[in-house]
């Protein structure tokens, strides 16, 4: 007859649990059960392997050294059915927690990821916006669009290329650009810390853009609001103002766009969510924005 069969994985689980613990007290607080129980726990796997696996010394308990090496290898084992059940009840659940660069979710995915949960009722997706200093390890993040490939918890896949173009208000531009469609002393607008307009420069030294002061800010989406004020003219990514380009509210000027910068769309997944079709159909969903 199989062993176990006649074994309890109760008991079995006790014994991991007692191997950690300095008195059968902690053991029961910990199970939340009675110290007799424990003891009770223990006593019937003693009987169903056949061997002694606690001392008593006095008043209090010892595993054995034999038992306590038998116990750490269980807590692996008990370890990984925690962790397996775990994600089986998240993909039964379809509770997903996805994170985003905030400017990308607020400019292009609120509303799109709006209509596709409303064909997809069953799905619980949680959007997290993502600053450029969040770990999305740290976040138990299951799907993440970002700028770079994520750690070895992750399937990482390119989706499309960042592309910056110079974009201002058709107003600034009538009123202020010149035919060549070259700024004449007009503020351009940047991010702090990461100067765009000195990467544009060194990648087209041949055009001179005579413009006014540089306007610096601390996040995307308060350039992006400058740039829609008529404030100056700003480099931003393509795909997070394509609405705005589309309803024409912004314009892109007459200038090269800046898409040598390495950056990338990456769309990242927990290796245990590969082959989930909600996975996948949010990739295709994602890639279809990018395409735009």
């Known amino acids: ?14 014994l991991s649990v007692v191997a950690q613990k300095s008195s059968l007290a902690s053991v029961a607080d910990t199970l939340n059960i009675t110290p007799s129980a424990v003891t009770h726990q223990m006593k019937r796997l003693e009987q169903q392997l056949g ?102 918890a992750y399937h990482s896949k390119p989706l499309a290329r960042h592309e910056y173009l110079a974009v201002c208000t058709p107003h600034l531009l009538s009123e202020h650009v010149n035919q060549s469609a070259h700024a004449a002393n007009i503020p351009l607008l940047d991010l702090d810390g990461v100067e765009c307009w000195q990467r544009w420069r060194q990648q087209n030294p041949n055009i001179t853009f005579s413009t006014g002061k540089t306007q610096y800010f601390s996040h995307t989406l308060l350039m992006q609001q400058a740039a829609l004020a008529s404030q100056g003219i700003a480099l931003l990514e393509k795909h997070l103002i394509e609405p705005q380009l589309s309803s024409g509210q912004l314009v892109k000027l007459d200038v090269p766009t800046m898409s040598d910068t390495g950056l990338f769309y990456h769309y990242g997944y927990k290796a245990h969510l590969q082959h989930n079709p909600v996975v996948e159909q949010l990739q295709v969903l994602f890639a279809s924005m990018l395409q735009s």
């Open 51 to 152: 061997m002694p696996l606690l001392t008593k010394k006095g008043k209090c308990v010892e595993i054995s050294a034999q038992a306590k090496q038998f116990a750490q290898q269980l807590q692996q084992h008990f370890a990984a059915i925690e962790s397996t059940t775990l994600q089986f009840m998240k993909q039964q659940n379809l509770l997903l927690n996805v994170g985003v660069d905030s400017a990308f979710a607020v400019n292009r995915l609120s509303a799109t990821v709006g209509i596709w949960l409303e064909a997809n009722p069953d799905v619980d997706l949680r959007l997290k916006m993502l600053n450029c200093h969040d770990l999305p390890n740290d976040l138990d993040l299951d799907i993440v669009l970002s700028e770079k490939p994520l750690g070895p």
């Open 1 to 14: 007859m199989n062993i176990l069969n006649r074994i309890s994985f109760k008991s079995l689980y006790v």
